[in-house]
């Protein structure tokens, strides 16, 4: 028969140590394990972290950019429209004051009765060629009737040397123009239904109409965005 033998209590001392030692190596190493995995995952939260704050930083100075540069096109924009409109401005004042100049100017183109006379001539001749007509009735200022009727003798000795035919034109002293007018004719036919309005007053604003975008590129020079042209 086998014996059991007990143990002393020394052995006993000795085996619980050693037991004790093991479970505290074992311990510890699981601890050890546990850092190690611990500090992994903090690194790896702290660089996810990291990143999306600095994804997030990013964007903002991103979109802080973005809305000053936007800011500063509006402003550059809005300067740049206020500039161009004070410039628009400032030669529409221009073209103004030299057609009021014009203006205020026609009434001197009646002093010299020799140059009125043949702008007289000149004015009746467009009508007469216009309306092709063998009786013609003009309008005039009464102050104007005596150098009227030496302009009618030679617009319609010019348009039947030109011409071949005659026309017959009187002045239409029941409708003189106003005295106020700076001169120039109205030029009547159709029977009174068609007239020609050769005045000063009138020639001058359809230069203004016609002839500004001239006038204009004479003294600005031609827009340089300007894609078409009549």
Do not use: C, W
């Amino acid at each position: 028969m086998s014996q059991v033998h007990s143990l002393s209590d020394d052995q006993v001392g000795q085996e619980l140590r050693k037991m004790t030692a093991f479970i505290k190596q074992e311990a510890l190493e699981k601890a050890r394990e546990i850092e190690i995995k611990a500090n992994e995952e903090f690194s790896i939260e702290k660089s996810k972290l990291v990143r999306q704050e600095t994804d997030s930083i990013d964007a903002a100075h991103a979109k802080k950019l973005k809305q000053a540069a936007m800011s500063q096109q509006i402003t550059r924009s809005t300067v740049s429209n206020k500039t161009r409109l004070k410039v628009l401005a400032a030669r529409q004042q221009l073209l103004d004051d030299i057609f009021e100049t014009a203006s205020k100017r026609l009434a001197e183109g009646t002093k010299d009765k020799a140059k009125y006379r043949a702008t007289l001539k000149n004015l009746l001749l467009e009508g007469l060629y216009a309306l092709s007509e063998p009786e013609i009735q003009v309008r005039a200022r009464k102050a104007d009737y005596d150098v009227v009727k030496d302009a009618i003798k030679d617009a319609q000795n010019e348009y039947k040397s030109n011409i071949g035919k005659e026309t017959k034109v009187t002045i239409d002293e029941d409708n003189a123009l106003p005295e106020g007018s700076f001169g120039g004719l109205v030029i009547v036919g159709g029977q009174g239904k068609i007239d020609i309005n050769n005045t000063f007053e009138e020639r001058l604003e359809l230069l203004q109409t016609s002839g500004l975008p001239a006038v204009r590129a004479a003294l600005f020079g031609t827009n340089p965005n300007r894609k078409f042209y009549d």
